[in-house]
């Protein structure tokens, strides 16, 4: 078996003592840095990267990629444990997470995003190992109108993500789509909403974003009845969760790494949609849909395995085509030029160490991962026994660093700012910022991708339905939009009755 | 009978109206294009219009649901949580990064009517070191620890 | 005006004579070098290189700062205005001299706010094509563009991408006009030219070099005077008589104007080592590339490539009527 062979050289190559230690260290520095709030997994390998240029070509992959995950998996832990993520992957966690956590759940969450996560991890590294060529196939066959019918579905499952109002859900991703859409825009290199300042000519920051409606917004609320601190309770409940809690995750954690998978691999972005996706499968087929958004152990388990398995799956480009899906391969695609490896279709075949290295060292990582967080859970959740007071400038001041260290960019730091005081002003007005997340991450694929399938569709409309798998999923996301629909219907329809009796 | 108006959502949908006339005033000064080469302004103005759109229903609901209250709001919060990315973002590179960071630790510590003035000292003071450890010394990013506005 | 600049010599004149107090020392600490692109990038490759050569020759650290956006211009404006005291420099590409022309409202002037310390390297750039276009070489492409004008398309990086720049001079070398393509970065216009979305596009070889060698493109023609070491079988343009189509990226290192010319001298001395060091050669072939001789790794040699570079390209861009402020 080739297979068996390959992977025998990927883990004697990820397993010697060297490879080992620099995966370890990887993990560890990219949790450490990735658990700092409002750093994530951008932040955190823009800050490392340096570190891994003076390494062996395999090792110094190796830790990069130990860092990425490190970096997501500390990501997730902020976002439970104070709502601060660092990622859109993690602004889905945080929803449910930080409710968990404010019911004295915080362990719970943890140990289920870790458990989750782990699971994905290692299923997705199989998927790597044996179908990576056949996958790629596959994901060369989106194109323009099959992204822009891809997002158009994703936005849709934006409904989900919010528990209250529906139109002010949609109001929010469409606040958030024109938030996305501001920058140069790349078809004309005319500045779009950039008020003349060039600093957001590439558009704003989603870290700062992120950030702000999600943390400060969340800071000044907790600000506002200083004296009775609701925040967090003090009472930090189980560490560990319970059968019950174990039970409920298994099926959301088995769906979330089929869909991560699947969208992971491919290279134009499909792995963002991951977490907001599976939020939205489960919190459709539950039986306890009204448990979402306030604190539902399937509304941490499936995003995160999601997340997780779409983040293994997004090497499949990198390592088969020599294609970074996004920012975080793009560093690694650097890394290896220059540690002299120049990715593309034949690394694998020139360099079967070094490819089969890394898709076993994935698998290593996830382990170290799991084995190092399940006893630092126990120490996280003694951070939420920091008094509030004292936590929340220490935040700031580590949101300041982490923002500024993407890009060196100040006008970010302004934006954080401004972001805080909108997401404060929102949520004053019962507005959820998930959906206007999503929305601002989709916005730019969104309109770039109609566009791009406009021009190579020659200006007709029907591209979008002629294309098989466009016109697959533009039904999946009209079915969906009926499904999702119908109970809002019946439900006032039911009212509607109830009022004439 | 006069139904009371649920203010809130009465100013979330304002709010929505407010932004979306603004992109699509925005847009209109762009050039919008055609459906085969859309302009810049093309996806945005459909955009805004939709934001209008949704805005005005948020609006129309308000009439038929309960008030809600808004509840207080975090003035002293947002006096000095807000302002401190805001002066690190101005002083970083002319500070430098050290007193930089100490002072927006400083400032974001006054938010809170908790912290006297000798515990927010002591916690900057304490974020000064351990980020200047962690981020200059440690991970090495190139931030000059005291910049060109102090006096050597 | 006359007063700004009046203001900017006259602080030039301060620093200047204070630098030579120091000049004897220098350099004394690290040294900042910004790349005006994210890291991992190719710019970003070739500065990582050539700065860690640099430090081992200098005796001190030179530590890349990436200060991404707006095409490059951002962190060159960071540096036109930053302290010119020879502890801070910028290492852009050929985008230095187009922003000139493709951003009209540019913070900075580029030919007055900086001090040359030398060329860095160039790197050719080929046209490629997706794999089952019908075409075999550069000669029958030609015609086949010509025939085909309507219908192919031709992706770049964006607008004032090294692939978008070379697009522009290919459909003027033709005299054709091509569905032109834009892609947010190399990376995603490189996936639809694999998966045969697109048909065309002109690219810095460092990205495509692998992909040729794969057979997941088609190589067609190189863009520099001589063939390359790597592909001694593709013709270059000027063969297949393609005219005023060659281009290269060009790296070079600037520093802001008013620098102590001390400083500069020792930056140009220690860039000329670096470029005849035989494993810097070696790690940029990787790269499809080689460095500048060290003859160019002058000021005087800078200044020329990069005014006659403007020149070159204003009335490319203003043909094109493409602009990206």
């Known amino acids: 078996m080739d297979l068996i062979s390959n992977l025998g050289l990927g883990f004697a190559t990820a397993g010697s003592p060297t490879n080992l230690l620099f995966c370890l260290i990887g993990v560890i520095l990219g949790t450490l840095i990735g658990v700092l709030p409002g750093i994530g997994a951008t932040a955190t390998i823009a800050m490392l990267l340096p570190i891994t240029f003076q390494l062996e070509p395999v090792s110094s992959l190796i830790m990069l990629a130990g860092i990425y995950y490190g970096a997501q998996y500390g990501g997730s832990t902020t976002a439970i444990l104070i709502n601060m993520p660092g990622e859109s992957s993690s602004a889905v966690t945080a929803i449910d997470g930080y409710q968990l956590a404010r019911k004295g759940k915080a362990g719970t969450a943890l140990a289920v995003a870790a458990l989750g996560s782990f699971f994905a991890g290692s299923v997705a590294t199989l998927l790597v190992a044996i179908l990576a060529p056949l996958l790629t196939i596959v994901a060369l066959k989106f194109g323009a109108a099959e992204y822009f019918s891809l997002m158009l579905l994703g936005l849709v499952a934006a409904i989900a993500l919010a528990h209250g109002s529906i139109l002010k859900a949609l109001a929010m991703t469409v606040l958030g789509l024109l938030l996305g859409v501001v920058g140069t825009d790349i078809y004309t290199g005319t500045p779009r909403f950039t008020f003349g300042i060039t600093a957001y000519a590439d558009g704003l920051n989603f870290v700062a974003l992120a950030v702000g409606v999600f943390g400060i917004a969340e800071i000044l609320r907790n600000l506002e009845g200083e004296q009775d601190r609701t925040v967090l309770t003090t009472k930090l409940g189980s560490l560990w969760p319970s059968r019950a809690d174990l039970k409920a995750m298994i099926a959301p954690m088995l769906r979330g790494t089929l869909l991560g998978s699947a969208l992971g691999i491919l290279p134009g972005g499909g792995a963002i949609l991951a977490s907001f996706a599976s939020y939205t499968v489960e919190k459709r087929i539950s039986k306890t849909p009204e448990e979402f958004g306030k604190g539902s152990i399937a509304g941490v388990a499936g995003p995160e395995s999601a997340n997780n398995a779409g983040a293994q799956t997004s090497f499949i480009p990198l390592l088969t085509l020599g294609i970074p899906a996004n920012p975080v391969m793009a560093l690694m695609v650097g890394a290896m030029i220059i540690q002299g490896v120049v990715p593309g279709p034949n690394v694998a075949a020139e360099q079967p160490a070094l490819f089969w290295g890394i898709i076993a060292s994935m698998w290593i990582g996830n382990l170290m991962l799991i084995v190092l967080n399940l006893p630092l859970i126990g120490l996280w959740v003694k951070l939420l026994t920091v008094p509030y007071h004292v936590l929340f400038p220490i935040i700031m001041a580590f949101c300041s660093i982490g923002v500024y260290s993407v890009n060196s960019n100040v006008y970010d730091l302004y934006a954080v700012a401004g972001f805080g005081l909108m997401g404060y002003v929102l949520m004053k007005l019962r507005c959820e910022p998930a959906p206007l997340l999503l929305g601002f991450v989709l916005g730019p694929l969104l309109e770039e991708n109609l566009r791009r399938a406009m021009i190579l569709g020659r200006g007709d409309p029907t591209t979008f339905v002629t294309r098989p798998i466009s016109a697959t999923l533009l039904g999946l996301t009209v079915i969906v939009l009926i499904v999702m629909l119908l109970p809002q219907v019946s439900k006032k329809r039911a009212e509607v009755f109830s009022e004439a009796e | 009978m006069a139904r009371p108006i649920n203010k809130t959502d009465a100013a979330a949908g304002g709010l929505f109206i407010a932004v979306g006339v603004l992109f699509a005033v925005q847009s209109m000064g762009m050039e919008i294009g055609t459906a085969l080469r859309m302009g810049p302004g093309y996806f945005p103005l459909v955009l805004s219009g939709v934001m209008i759109l949704l805005g005005a229903a948020i609006v129309f609901t308000a009439f038929s649901s309960e008030d809600e209250p808004v509840g207080t709001l975090a003035w002293r919060g947002m006096m000095f949580i807000l302002p401190a990315p805001i002066f690190f973002g101005l002083t970083v590179r002319g500070l430098g990064f050290v007193p930089s960071i100490f002072f927006t630790t400083l400032i974001a510590a006054r938010a809170a009517l908790k912290m006297s003035w000798l515990a927010s000292l002591i916690l900057s003071v304490a974020v000064m070191i351990f980020c200047t450890l962690v981020f200059s010394v440690g991970l090495g990013l190139p931030f000059r620890r005291f910049g060109p506005w102090l006096p050597v | ?81 930053a302290e010119a005291d020879g502890y801070t420099v910028l290492l852009h590409h050929i985008g230095m001299a187009t922003a000139a022309t493709l951003y009209r409202n540019l913070a900075y002037d580029t030919l007055a706010a900086f001090d040359y310390v030398g060329l860095v390297t160039e790197v050719p750039m080929t046209l490629v094509g997706r794999s089952d276009l019908e075409p075999a070489d550069l000669a029958s492409l030609v015609t086949y563009v010509k025939e085909n004008a309507d219908t192919l398309t031709m992706a770049n990086a964006g607008i004032g991408a090294a692939s978008h720049l070379c697009g522009m001079l290919f459909q003027q070398a033709l005299n054709v006009s091509l569905v032109t393509v834009p892609y947010q970065g190399t990376g995603p216009a490189m996936t639809d030219l694999l998966g045969g979305q697109v048909d065309l596009m002109c690219d810095q070889t460092t990205n495509t070099s692998e992909q040729i060698r794969g057979g997941t493109i088609k190589g067609y023609g190189v863009t520099t005077p001589a063939r390359l070491e790597i592909f001694p079988d593709m013709p270059t343009v000027a063969e297949a008589g393609l005219a005023g189509m060659e281009v290269s990226i060009w790296h070079g290192i600037y520093a802001p104007k008013g620098t102590p010319a001390e400083a500069v001298e020792r930056l140009s001395a220690s860039l000329q080592t670096v470029l005849a060091d035989p494993t810097l050669a070696a790690s940029l072939a990787e790269l499809g590339t080689a460095p500048s001789p060290a003859t160019d790794g002058t000021p005087a040699a800078l200044q020329a490539k990069l005014e006659s570079e403007i020149a070159r390209w204003e009335p490319v861009i203003a043909d094109a009527g493409v602009y990206a402020d």
């Open chain 3, 1 to 81: 005006m006359a007063l700004h600049r009046i203001l900017t010599g006259a602080l030039a004149g301060t620093i200047l004579s204070s630098g030579a107090l120091m000049a004897q020392d220098y350099p004394e600490r690290s040294i900042t070098m910004v790349v005006p692109f994210a890291a991992g990038g190719p710019t970003d490759t070739v500065a990582r290189l050539v700065a860690e050569k640099m430090s081992t020759d200098l005796g001190q650290q030179v530590i890349v700062e990436n200060v991404g956006g707006a095409g490059g211009t951002l962190g060159a404006g960071q540096v036109a205005t």
